[in-house]
């Protein structure tokens, strides 16, 4: 849809607001447009009543799901009784003829629809629709945009290879490779099996990697310092990635991530120096208390899927809070988006910019400690980053593949219940 087919529709349309309060909404789809119009309704209707109906479920619609009491989710494909007792519906389908339907169902029983992909099936338009709109035509355009970076980078290579051959011979090339493969041992592939695992979780979970690999790590005997400074470096550069994506589109809160970046910095810095100065010496007392943080982290997330609503307070001090997530998340390997998200969202933050500003922080909180941890450390532990990469590169493609198309809270009991084993086993191994 072009700017003039939009305007088009618009005009044909008076500029009135709508109360909102208590209102019965229904949003029929549940991918990245369904997830933009939910959080666009609970930032600006934040006591409507909300339900969800599409058979793939966004995994951030669950994660809004647990902090918002008065959202709802069915998984299953839309039936007409789903229109029942409802004031507004949401149609985000690419399906032009079910939406049509679902649009003539609605209107026969007086409900007013709303179907941004669709604007001549529009009753009433929303700010975020323009939005919505380019978010859309980059969707469509997406996979010829991938093709095209695809072709850059191996341009890129083909150059950079030529280069290198100038200063490299092929026979000192082959002799490096040979002494790199020599070098690798059993423990190279139990990292990258460890990646993959902590990799498809975190893509099917949204959280989870550095607590499922902190956890592993700790179980198949990686030095302490070197479990944390691996996953830190791991995680930078899809976290960077992660977190440029959301400031572009607009979902970072520029000043609560002053907030977060230089206290959690502190923090991270702080905890990367205490582990790297006296783990070695006190390995036999650090390492249980990492395994009781594991621990309790995996109960977290069962009281999560498990625990009932609380009625959420004003967070009054959240330096304070980055500070001992990125102390935490040094020290213990991950725990910075678990905590911090689940906590600002928790008391009352909008879900929309916790997640984006959270996400861009973390960069700089991996950075700061992967740094230090460079510092103490050196890359005595590269086999153990690059097998955590190189996991990671095989999940990432397949968890985007599965991602909403598994129960998610069977996913977190899972990961929950994992994480708890494995850090009971090691507190078992410790005092016996």
């Not at 690419?94 to 339907?101: E, F, N, S, V, W």
């Not at 929303?126 to 978010?135: C, T």
């Not at 059993?186 to 989870?208: K, S």
């Not at 572009?248 to 520029?254: A, D, L, R």
Request: net charge neutral; charged share 15%; with cysteine.
């Amino acid at each position: 849809m072009n700017s003039q087919e939009g305007s088009k529709y618009i005009a044909q349309h008076l500029p009135v607001f709508l109360n909102m309060v208590n209102r019965k909404i229904l949003i029929v789809g549940g991918g990245e447009l369904a997830f933009e119009q939910v959080l666009y309704i609970l930032e600006n209707a934040p006591d409507s009543e909300i339900l969800v109906v599409a058979e793939q479920i966004d995994d951030r619609i669950e994660e809004l799901r647990e902090v918002c009491a008065n959202l709802s989710i069915v998984p299953k494909s839309f039936e007409k009784s789903d229109l029942e007792n409802q004031e507004l519906v949401f149609i985000t389908l690419k399906d032009a003829l079910q939406t049509k339907q679902i649009v003539k169902e609605a209107k026969d029983r007086g409900i007013l629809t709303n179907t941004p992909l669709y604007p001549e099936f529009n009753d009433f338009y929303i700010q975020a629709d323009d939005v919505q709109s380019a978010d859309i035509q980059d969707y469509t355009e997406s996979h010829w945009k991938k093709i095209a970076f695809a072709s850059i980078a191996a341009f890129f290579i083909l150059i950079l290879g030529n280069i290198l051959n100038l200063f490299i011979s092929y026979d000192e090339f082959s002799t490096g490779i040979k002494w790199l493969v020599g070098e690798i041992d059993e423990l190279f592939y139990w990292m990258i099996l460890i990646g993959f695992v902590a990799q498809l979780i975190d893509g099917l979970l949204g959280m989870g990697y550095g607590l499922t690999s902190t956890a592993a790590l700790l179980s198949v005997g990686i030095p302490l310092p070197a479990i944390s400074g691996s996953i830190h470096t791991a995680e930078m550069f899809s976290s960077g990635a992660s977190g440029l994506s959301r400031y572009k589109f607009g979902n970072v809160n520029k000043k609560l991530l002053k907030f977060l970046i230089i206290p959690g910095v502190i923090g991270a810095v702080s905890g990367a120096v205490l582990l790297s100065m006296f783990s070695m010496e006190y390995t036999h007392i650090i390492r249980p208390i990492l395994a009781i943080y594991t621990f309790l982290l995996g109960v977290r997330i069962l009281i999560r899927v498990f625990g009932k609503k609380k009625e959420t307070k004003k967070l009054k001090n959240v330096g304070l809070l980055a500070f001992f997530g990125g102390f935490l998340d040094s020290f213990g390997g991950g725990g910075w988006g678990p905590l911090v998200t689940t906590t600002l969202i928790s008391k009352g933050k909008t879900p929309r910019f916790v997640i984006g500003t959270v996400s861009l922080s973390e960069f700089f909180i991996t950075f700061a400690s992967a740094l230090t941890f460079f510092a103490f450390l050196g890359l005595s532990h590269w086999q153990v980053i690059l097998g955590l990469v190189l996991g990671g590169m095989l999940a990432a493609p397949l968890a985007a593949r599965l991602a909403g198309k598994l129960p998610t809270k069977a996913m977190f009991i899972g990961v929950g219940v994992l994480v708890i084993l494995w850090s009971l086993n090691i507190l078992i191994k410790s005092f016996i």
